[in-house]
C-alpha cells in the first residue's frame, strides 16, 4: 500500500478557510429559518447524533448547542437540558457552558427549564448531577431557591454536587437546607484537593461545607 504524504500546512490551511466559509454561509441560511421548524429540526438532529459514535455524536451535538442559545423560549432551554444529558462529556462541557451565559441574559427562563427538568427527566439523569454547578455562579436570588431543591433530590450524586454548588452560593437559606444533611449517610464519591476519589458520605459533604460557610462568615465579621 503506498504511502499517502501528508498535505502541505498551505494546503491545509486553505481547506479549512473552505470548510469555515461553509460553516458561515449555512449558519446564515439557518438565522432564516423560522424558529419553529428549526426547533423542530434541531430535536431530530439531537435524537439522530445520540445514535453516532461518540466522536460523531461530538461534533454534532457541539454544533447544535449554539444554535440552540440563539432561540427564545422553553423548548430551546429543554434541548440544551438534553444535550447536557448526554453520555459525551464535550456535548455537556458546551451546553453548560451555554446554559449559564443564557442564565446571566435570561435567568427566567433557564430556572423554569431547571424546574421542568426535575420534573421529566429520570431521577439518575446526568444533566441533574451537571445542573447545580451551571447555575451556582449566577448572581440571582432565584439560584437559592433552585438549590434547595437539588438538596432535597433523592438521588445522592445530586445532592453531593447541590452541595459543592451551595459552597458558591452565600445565602442562609442555602445554609439551611444544607445543615439538614450533616446526618445524612448515604455514600457518595467524594474528590479530595489532590484529585484523589474515595468513598464518603453526603454528611460530610454537608459538613465541610459548613465549615466553609462558617469560615466565610468569620472572615467577613
Known sequence: MKHREPASPSAALSRLFDAEREVRRVSAELSRVRPRDLLVALRAAIVDARQQAEAEAALRLVRIV????ELEGPEAVDLLIDVLDSDVGEARWAAGEELRDLGFERFKEVALGLERALERLPDESIA???????IAEIPEP????????????????????ALEAATMVADPRVTDAVRRLVDDTRRVDMEDEEGEVADGTIGELARDAMEMFEGGAADDA
Open 66 to 69: 449554539p444554535l440552540l442559545g
Open 142 to 161: 432565584g439560584v437559592s431557591r433552585l438549590l434547595q431543591r437539588f438538596l432535597a433530590h433523592p438521588v445522592a450524586d445530586v445532592v453531593a454536587a
Open 128 to 134: 441533574l448531577v451537571e445542573l447545580p454547578l451551571v
